[in-house]
């Protein structure tokens, strides 16, 4: 069974503290590693997806990174604006369901 | 505007009471998908579907029913709800099934 495990549940910045939120999977045969944003009472935003080890996106103030083990959401010098709880979710190979960490909460102080 | 709409974005209702939350996509999605949202259990899928006419359980299917009967829409059916039913509820589609979802707003179900 896919499993998505999600550190820390929450992390707390101040406002350019760089840091790195983690994302640990085990799955048989990754079709794809997908990051979301979710601000409070709305869906989830997508960010990026990672398909393969090695490979790494950037995007603004964040950087996802895949390891054949997990993923990490770097974010560098954070605003608050960049507050919200990220998601990290697996698509594996034996079926089509996608399935999603618990989540962080990131909290960016001014 | 490229968007996933669902209908109602609230709802309370009491048990027992069949109900329905509507789910429709405007970008000629193939796949589509019904998620719960709990807080400490994180996001949970319930069903999705490859196509029209093609659907399959999700991790969390028992008490809830689907259709896809057109491409666009994909109807959420609880057919005798109960309190444990009482969820947030996201509607998501995408090109393909390894392809970026994009998500609802959500619907805020209570059942007393």
């Known amino acids: 069974e896919d499993q998505v495990t999600q550190s820390p549940e929450a992390l707390r910045l101040q406002e350019g503290e760089s840091s790195s939120l983690n994302c640990s999977y085990t799955v048989s045969g990754l079709r794809g590693l997908f990051w979301y944003r979710q601000d409070p009472g709305k869906g989830p935003e997508f960010l990026f997806t990672?398909?393969?080890a090695g490979e790494e996106k950037e995007k603004e103030r964040l950087k996802a990174t895949l390891t054949k083990k997990e993923s990490f959401l770097h974010i560098t010098a954070p605003k608050p604006e960049d507050s919200a709880t990220y998601l990290c979710a697996v698509l594996g190979g034996g079926s089509e369901k996608l399935v999603f960490g618990k989540g962080t909460k990131l909290t960016v102080n001014p | 505007e490229a968007q996933v709409t669902q209908n109602p974005r609230y709802l309370i209702t009491v048990t027992g009471k069949k109900l329905t939350v509507t789910c429709s996509q405007n970008?000629?999605?193939?796949?589509m998908s019904w998620y719960r949202q709990d807080p400490g259990l994180g996001l949970r899928q319930i069903y999705y579907?490859?196509?029209?006419?093609?659907?399959d359980k999700g991790d969390v299917p028992e008490g809830y029913k689907v259709s896809r009967k057109e491409k666009r829409n994909f109807p959420l059916i609880l057919e005798s709800p109960s309190p444990n039913q009482t969820s947030l509820y996201f509607c998501?589609?995408?090109?393909?099934?390894?392809?970026?979802?994009?998500f609802g707003d959500g619907t805020r179900l209570s059942i007393l």
């Open positions: 998501a589609s995408s090109l393909w099934g390894n392809q970026p979802q994009h």
């Open positions: 970008m000629n999605h193939e796949y």
């Open positions: 579907s490859m196509n029209v006419e093609v659907t």
């Open positions: 990672l398909y393969s």
